[in-house]
């Protein structure tokens, strides 16, 4: 999605391998199928089975590791990282893999998701003596574990984790295993595979199948799996009744060609298109989906439309995506840079314009105008989302609640601004059951949507994200 996630960004993406000896090339293949999570720094941590080695930097994957990087980054087993900084901000220290060296043995973590009481544990441990080296909410979980009283490095994790509010799947490797996390609600997806004899971790299916490795399950909700010489061991630190993984990452997060929780993220968006057809009917000539999370949908409505379905607009595949631009004139500049008409599908037409959300509306603006300007007679704007009314706390980069449209506009108001001759969002049950083929919100981490959050917020995260 170009569109209007400039402040929905995607969080990040983790990758692992436990047992290949080219596992750190492996790594590379996959983090670079997950280089949509996070484009502003990547790392990978490699074990030789004595000792852990880190490469990492801010920038692509293709820019950080070059053929001479590679070729140092010798082990049978490694992790990595693609970021976009949802908190801590940006900077070399923050880039992941962290690693970490104690007299015990080192350790190293990478985690996709957001703590809501990071801030809370980091003013605990600094009372107890602990100097945090980033400004990232994924060191506080190795401060945990070095504290814990528990002999037993698994036994460490496992109260160390148990001890997190908030969306996590942490990746931590040792010289000698690789475990792997997810939180108790399952906010973030995660799923194992193997290659061979081998063992592969990934934040999207779609790494297995660059890396020709193949899907065995996702991981469980408060499951920390324990991955080693010995083999795989499952255990549970928390049990959680309620799964809420986060709706957006079927609506624009993941890749098309990702299953997730069984279900492939290209039909889901597809039965969104199908469903807003139903609920938004409308008189038009052309169906065009904003490039390139959106086509799914728009594909799907067209269907369903009996409405043809054309490319009416054209992304420019070498400009970076414009919401990484740290300021709105940017962002807006790049929105200009990278997407255009094409007057020979849309001259003279009534088009239907199919998007996956709406943020701030500045970017929906400027499509609608660049349209109109190829000569579309009408613009009829349908989002495959509800409105997006509340900021996420669990790792999507929502901007404070007053930089939302739609928290305090109505859709006739946001149709106004944006120039469409008209607007329609999908209702929440229309999403859901979309994803689903079912009605109802069961499953679902909503919040963006509804407000309603499936974890305990803490003030100090309410007060950041409802900030004047």
Same mark, same amino acid.
């Given at each position: 999605m170009l569109a209007e996630i400039k402040g929905l960004n995607e969080e990040c993406g983790v990758f692992g391998v436990f047992g290949h000896p080219d596992s750190a090339q492996l790594t590379y293949y996959g983090l670079h199928s997950l280089q949509h999570r996070g484009q502003e720094g990547t790392g990978i941590v490699v074990s030789n089975g004595e000792k852990l080695s880190v490469v990492k930097g801010e920038g692509l994957v293709s820019e950080i590791f070059t053929a001479d990087v590679m070729e140092k980054l010798k082990g049978t087993s490694a992790i990595g990282h693609v970021r976009y900084a949802t908190a801590g901000g940006g900077g070399y220290e923050n880039v992941q893999? +962290? %690693?970490f060296h104690s007299q015990t043995g080192s350790l190293a973590l990478a985690h996709n998701g957001n703590l809501v009481n990071a801030n809370f544990l980091k003013h605990q441990l600094e009372a107890q003596g602990s100097i945090f080296q !980033?400004? $990232? =909410?994924?060191? /506080? %979980?190795?401060? %945990?574990? *070095? *504290? $814990?009283?528990?002999? @037993?490095?698994?036994? @460490?994790?496992?109260?160390? #984790?148990?001890? #997190?509010?908030?969306?996590?799947?942490? %990746?931590i490797l040792t010289e000698k295993e690789l475990m792997v996390a997810l939180d108790p609600h399952g906010l973030r997806p995660l799923s194992l595979g193997c290659?061979?004899?081998a063992y592969v971790v990934a934040s999207e299916t779609c790494a297995f199948d660059v890396v020709g490795a193949e899907y065995i399950r996702d991981i469980r909700p408060g499951e920390l799996l324990i991955i080693n010489e010995e083999g795989i061991t499952s255990e549970q630190f928390a049990f959680n009744s309620t799964k809420s993984i986060c709706a957006m990452e079927y609506v624009y997060f993941s890749r098309p060609d990702s299953n997730i929780q069984g279900i492939n993220v290209h039909t889901a968006r597809k039965n969104m298109g199908k469903r807003l057809a139903v609920e938004a009917p409308i008189e038009a000539d052309v169906v065009t989906g904003v490039p390139d999370s959106?086509?799914?949908a728009a594909i799907g409505y067209a269907e369903s439309a009996g409405i043809p379905y054309e490319m009416g607009l054209i992304k420019n595949k070498y400009v970076g995506r414009t919401f990484i631009q740290p300021t709105q004139t940017l962002r807006e500049q790049g929105v200009k840079m990278k997407l255009s008409a094409v007057r020979g599908v849309v001259e003279g037409k009534r088009v239907v314009m199919v998007d996956d959300s709406i /943020?701030?509306? !500045? &970017? $929906?603006? *400027?499509?609608?105008?660049?349209?109109?300007?190829?000569?579309? &007679?009408?613009?009829?704007? /349908?989002?495959?989302s509800p409105p997006i009314k509340n900021p996420c706390f669990y790792g999507i980069d929502t901007s404070s609640k007053e930089e939302l449209i739609? $928290?305090?506009?109505s /859709?006739?108001?946001? *149709? @106004? #601004?944006?120039?469409? =001759?008209? +607007? !329609?969002f999908l209702s929440t049950e229309g999403m859901v059951g979309a994803i689903m083929k079912t009605e109802g919100t069961n499953g679902f981490c909503l919040g963006c949507f509804t407000g309603d959050y499936p974890t305990e917020i803490y003030p100090d995260t309410l007060q950041y994200y409802y900030q004047k």
């Open positions: 893999p +962290l %690693l !980033t400004s $990232s =909410d994924t060191e /506080v %979980l190795a401060h %945990l574990i *070095r *504290r $814990s009283g528990y002999p @037993q490095l698994k036994d @460490q994790v496992k109260n160390a #984790l148990s001890m #997190l509010k908030g969306a996590y799947a942490y %990746l290659l061979g004899e959106s086509i799914s /943020v701030r509306g !500045t &970017t $929906s603006r *400027r499509i609608v105008n660049l349209l109109k300007e190829a000569g579309a &007679t009408e613009v009829h704007v /349908v989002i495959s739609a $928290s305090d506009k /859709v006739e108001e946001i *149709r @106004q #601004l944006i120039g469409a =001759d008209s +607007l !329609t």
